[in-house]
Nanobody, 121 residues
Framework: QAQVEESGGGLVQPGGSLRLSCVTS????????LAWYRRAPGKQRELVAL???????QYADSVKGRFTISRDNAKKTFYLQMNSLEPEDTAAYFC???????????????WGRGTQVTVSS
């Protein structure tokens, strides 16, 4: 069971940027896919971004062109760079590692506490 810890959230004005970090305890980290999810009040959890062991990436349509997922295998850490933030991006953000198909199905073995992102004037 891999442990994760999210950080980097905060309050930002529309149009601003944040970078979220996820540190993990995953053995053989480089073999796994990685994902960021978010959950806004009253809404279902949404897969925001995913990166595979090969570097393949995919994004939710709502964030495409604004968010970038990246990984640092040596540090067992990955990131979500969020630019041009909108109020609709306000949510608790969570990270996870696992098999790609599991992540696509939100089959996450261990959730962290998340980090809150609030976009508001």
């Amino acid at each position: 069971q891999a442990q994760v810890e999210e950080s980097g959230g905060g309050l930002v004005q529309p149009g601003g940027s944040l970078r979220l970090s996820c540190v993990t305890s995953r053995s053989l980290f480089g073999l796994y896919s990685l994902a960021w999810y978010r959950r806004a009040p009253g809404k279902q959890r949404e897969l925001v971004a995913l990166i595979g062991s090969s570097g393949y990436t995919q994004y939710a349509d709502s964030v495409k062109g604004r968010f970038t997922i990246s990984r640092d295998n040596a540090k067992k850490t990955f990131y979500l760079q969020m630019n041009s933030l909108e109020p609709e991006d306000t949510a608790a953000y969570f990270c996870a590692s696992g098999n790609m198909n599991d992540l696509l199905d939100s089959k996450v073995e261990s959730w962290g506490r998340g980090t809150q992102v609030t976009v508001s004037s």
